[in-house]
């Protein structure tokens, strides 16, 4: 299926925003849920318990379902295993297709910020410069290691269902004017 271009009238009313960490796709679920009136779900505050211990598979797929049983809904997170579960309820992918040297450095500086400020991440979780520099968990590596495969798994999830694919901040800034999103937060930007 085509990608969706303007005009695009009003906006689907269950929209899953993915993409590679550092992309911004918790920015945009924040401001697509306040333009169609809900609140975002960001998956990872479904997937990590404190203490960045994972939650259980069955636990987790649980959660998610309730989410996607409601009429209106945005979520923001790949968790692909999930996800491909729940294609038929999936009215728009918007998909930051960024590059991964636009997201890495992205990263650092999130990495490096939240490690020092101590900012919660998800569920009271915080960062520290060991974990998202050298833990076998890292970020990081995360961000380098999935980077072909996650994109190549959109590409085929994605071939014949509604959806946009964004690939710099330019691009996203021109699809939610288009969208009839208004930039509520003039710091907003689409980087973490």
């Given at each position: ?7 695009y009238?009003?906006?689907?009313d269950?929209i ?6 550092g ?38 797929a ?6 996607v ?7 923001d997170?790949n ?16 998909w930051l ?12 500086k ?47 999830e ?5 959806h ?29």
């Open positions: 299926m085509a990608q969706l271009q303007p005009p009238g009003a906006l689907p269950r899953w925003v993915v993409g590679p960490c992309a911004g796709k918790s920015t945009m679920g924040r401001r697509l849920a306040a333009h169609q009136g809900v609140e975002v779900t960001s998956l990872d505050e479904i997937h990590w318990r404190p203490g960045w211990v994972e939650g259980p598979r069955p636990d987790t649980a959660r998610i379902a309730e989410v049983a409601r009429d209106r809904w945005v979520i997170g968790y692909g295993t999930h996800r491909v579960n729940h294609t038929s309820r999936i009215q728009l992918y918007v297709d960024f590059p991964l040297h636009v997201t890495f450095p992205r990263l650092i999130r990495g490096v910020r939240r490690s020092v400020t101590k900012e919660a991440v998800c569920n009271g979780n915080t960062e520290s410069l060991w974990r998202t520099f050298c833990h076998r968990e890292s970020l990081l590596l995360w961000a380098i290691t999935s980077d072909k495969r996650r994109r190549k798994g959109l590409v085929e994605t071939a014949t269902r509604p946009v694919r964004l690939r710099s901040q330019v691009a996203v800034d021109r699809w939610l004017a288009a969208a009839g999103v208004s930039r509520t937060d003039r710091h907003a930007s689409l980087s973490g």
